[in-house]
């Protein structure tokens, strides 16, 4: 039987009650399949500031180091909001990418059939919606120096070298084959020259991949263009802060940002999060969606662990689900047969996944 080591990060805020239903899903799926999940907690975030005085402990670096995958819930509040910046949740968050060597975020937007009523957008709009977010995770303005906040000036760096684009184009154009093959390029070359040599290198990769065709879009173009019309896209290859916003637009062509899965890879390990933060306002309640997890834990399963079957039926179950009306508060407005908590959600796709066969 193979055995895989998980490293969980709970977090903060909604962080532990939507962990704990991913959880409860991948022991669903690995009693049907022929593999076993060890788990080993770790903290990170406030939780770890207020226990070890650090937002990032090294016990949980090496513990992630050391480990197939990290499942990561959310982190952050207003509690921690603040401290100095290195002993914020988020600076916790942005080192541990770092440490991992994840610069490669993807994000999936992918319209259930069954939820085309429940975005604020039109369902002919939605309907069919496939699209996927290539986000660049370790440079752009979140690392770059200098940086610094004085009394009456602050400052940040945006910087990419040409080796980081080229690796997080690498990336885009192997999603782009695996799918429709359109790969649309967004940055901000009219202005940034940041984005000029970004534009530079990703016509230089577009030569390797002469099947895929490459078009580039300003951002802020692309934010208009993902809501008139995202079926427009296929793969959208971007840097770190315009893909944070871009897929959090995204998620609202799904209908919740409860939804949407993430995976950050391309060191040894990779870590499977939701795109959603810690939402402190709901924390505790049992109202949280713990579907953005599950999709997070179905992703590692692909592509950390191999185990795709597992994966596709995790997938399944929660098309399911939803099909059969089950829905969290966040989706309880558009025609709920029943809405459900966040463990009865997630115990009910668990028992969907043992039940698929
Ligand atoms: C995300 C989040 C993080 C980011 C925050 C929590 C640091 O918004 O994963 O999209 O900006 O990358
Ligand atoms: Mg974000």
Same mark, same amino acid.
């Given at each position: 039987?193979?055995?895989?080591?998980?490293?969980?990060?709970?977090?903060?805020?909604?962080?532990?009650?939507?962990?704990?239903? /991913?959880?409860?899903?991948?022991?669903?799926?690995?009693?049907?399949?022929?593999?076993?999940?060890?788990?080993?907690? +770790?903290?990170?975030?406030?939780?770890?500031?207020?226990?070890?005085? @650090?937002?990032?402990?090294?016990?949980?670096?090496?513990?992630?180091?050391?480990?197939?995958?990290?499942?990561?819930?959310?982190?952050?509040?207003?509690?921690?909001?603040?401290?100095? $910046?290195?002993?914020?949740?988020?600076?916790?968050?942005?080192?541990? $990418?770092?440490?991992?060597? /994840?610069?490669?975020?993807?994000?999936?937007?992918?319209?259930?059939?069954?939820?085309?009523?429940?975005?604020?957008?039109?369902?002919?709009?939605?309907?069919?919606?496939?699209?996927?977010?290539?986000?660049?995770? @370790?440079?752009?303005?979140?690392?770059?120096?200098?940086?610094?906040?004085?009394?009456?000036?602050? +400052?940040?760096?945006?910087? +990419?070298?040409?080796?980081?684009?080229?690796?997080?184009?690498?990336?885009?154009?192997?999603?782009?084959?695996?799918? $429709?093959?359109?790969?649309?390029?967004?940055?901000?070359?009219?202005?940034?020259?940041?984005?000029?040599?970004?534009?530079?290198?990703?016509?230089?990769?577009?030569?390797? !991949?002469?099947?895929?065709?490459?078009?580039?879009? !300003?951002?802020?173009?692309?934010?208009?263009?993902?809501? $008139?019309?995202?079926?427009?896209?296929?793969?959208?290859?971007?840097?770190?802060?315009?893909?944070?916003?871009?897929?959090?637009?995204?998620?609202?062509?799904?209908?919740?940002?409860?939804?949407?899965?993430? /995976?950050?890879?391309?060191?040894?390990?990779?870590?499977?999060?939701?795109?959603?933060?810690? /939402?402190?306002?709901?924390?505790?309640?049992?109202?949280?969606?713990?579907?953005?997890?599950?999709?997070?834990?179905?992703?590692?399963?692909?592509?950390?662990?191999?185990?795709?079957? #597992?994966?596709?039926?995790?997938?399944? #179950?929660?098309?399911?689900?939803?099909?059969?009306? +089950?829905?969290?508060?966040?989706?309880?407005?558009?025609?709920?047969?029943?809405?459900?908590?966040?463990?009865?959600?997630?115990?009910?796709?668990?028992?969907?996944?043992?039940?698929?066969?």
């Amino acid at each position: 039987m193979k055995r895989y080591k998980i490293a969980v990060i709970r977090g903060d805020g909604i962080g532990p009650e939507i962990v704990d239903e /991913a959880v409860k899903v991948l022991d669903a799926v690995s009693a049907k399949e022929d593999f076993e999940l060890n788990y080993e907690e +770790y903290l990170m975030g406030g939780i770890a500031y207020d226990v070890k005085g @650090t937002p990032l402990p090294d016990e949980t670096i090496e513990g992630c180091l050391n480990s197939d995958a990290v499942l990561f819930g959310s982190i952050g509040g207003e509690k921690w909001d603040k401290l100095p $910046r290195d002993m914020r949740p988020e600076s916790g968050l942005l080192r541990l $990418r770092k440490a991992l060597g /994840a610069f490669a975020n993807l994000r999936p937007t992918k319209v259930f059939d069954e939820l085309v009523n429940a975005s604020t957008l039109k369902p002919e709009v939605l309907q069919g919606v496939d699209l996927f977010v290539v986000r660049e995770l @370790t440079g752009g303005i979140y690392f770059g120096e200098p940086r610094a906040k004085e009394a009456d000036v602050a +400052y940040n760096t945006m910087i +990419y070298t040409r080796e980081e684009i080229r690796r997080i184009a690498v990336v885009g154009f192997d999603s782009a084959m695996k799918r $429709r093959k359109k790969l649309c390029s967004v940055d901000k070359a009219n202005v940034l020259e940041v984005s000029q040599l970004w534009r530079e290198v990703v016509e230089e990769v577009a030569q390797d !991949y002469p099947e895929v065709s490459l078009s580039h879009m !300003y951002v802020d173009n692309a934010a208009m263009q993902l809501i $008139r019309n995202p079926k427009q896209f296929d793969v959208i290859l971007t840097g770190n802060i315009f893909g944070d916003i871009l897929s959090d637009a995204s998620s609202m062509i799904s209908g919740s940002i409860g939804l949407l899965a993430s /995976a950050s890879m391309g060191g040894k390990v990779g870590i499977y999060e939701p795109i959603h933060g810690s /939402a402190p306002d709901i924390a505790g309640q049992g109202i949280s969606n713990p579907i953005a997890t599950i999709l997070s834990a179905a992703m590692m399963l692909r592509f950390a662990l191999g185990e795709i079957n #597992a994966a596709d039926r995790i997938e399944l #179950a929660v098309k399911n689900v939803l099909k059969d009306g +089950y829905r969290t508060r966040d989706l309880s407005a558009m025609g709920a047969s029943e809405v459900c908590s966040t463990s009865e959600i997630g115990s009910i796709i668990a028992n969907y996944v043992a039940k698929l066969s």
